[in-house]
């Protein structure tokens, strides 16, 4: 009797659907790796980016806070008193006391009353913003949190910038002003200064 041909089923066998499913496993991980790598990278550079606008932002106040306190010691009527301020001013510069330089640009010395002569808050003698993110500014620790240099980035977070303010022109001596820098996340991969 004679044997009949090998039928050929439709389908796939157990092996086909073993390897096709692996298959897509695999491709799905990579896939779904990909997208959360992709996902975080873009949170990591959002962040990045706030943090970038916060220290411009205290910068830019900075600068503006000890240029207008510069000028106003320039053009207050007690000279000598003045001169005191800066020769002050620049010693504690030249020790790096930045929290002194920050109290004295938030309150300046209570002998020259003539300053500011433009009030950058109505009421206030402060050459920094009063407040900032819902944060009274007071002295150099409410300032960094007002401006977000924490490492969660908001004003409850911890501080991780530095702040070295500079000297003040000074013609009797020779000394010569400086920008302020903030300094994020000193001695890490992600610090930034400025």
């Known amino acids: 009797m004679p044997v009949p041909p090998a039928m050929k089923t439709k389908g796939f066998t157990l092996v086909e659907l073993v390897v096709a499913c692996t298959l897509l496993i695999m491709l799905s991980t990579i896939a779904t790796t990909s997208t959360y790598n992709f996902v975080q990278a873009t949170a990591n550079l959002k962040a990045q980016y706030n943090n970038v606008q916060n220290i411009m932002a205290l910068h830019n106040a900075l600068v503006q806070a000890k240029m207008h306190y510069a000028t106003d010691l320039a053009l207050e009527s007690n000279k000598t008193e003045a001169q005191n301020e800066i020769t002050h001013w620049n010693i504690l510069a030249q020790q790096n006391d930045s929290v002194d330089l920050i109290a004295r640009l938030i309150t300046p010395d209570p002998l020259l009353t003539d300053l500011p002569l433009a009030p950058l808050n ?9 407040s900032r993110n819902g944060v009274p500014i007071t002295d150099i620790t409410s300032l960094l949190k007002a401006f977000q240099l924490t490492d969660d980035g908001t004003p409850t977070g ?6 070295a303010v500079g000297p003040m022109l000074d013609v009797t001596s020779g000394m010569r002003p400086t920008l302020p820098i903030i300094d994020w996340r000193s001695g890490t991969p992600q610090e930034i200064q400025f």
């Open 158 to 163: 911890n501080i991780v910038a530095t702040i």
């Open 122 to 130: 109505p009421g206030s003698r402060s050459y920094l913003p009063t």
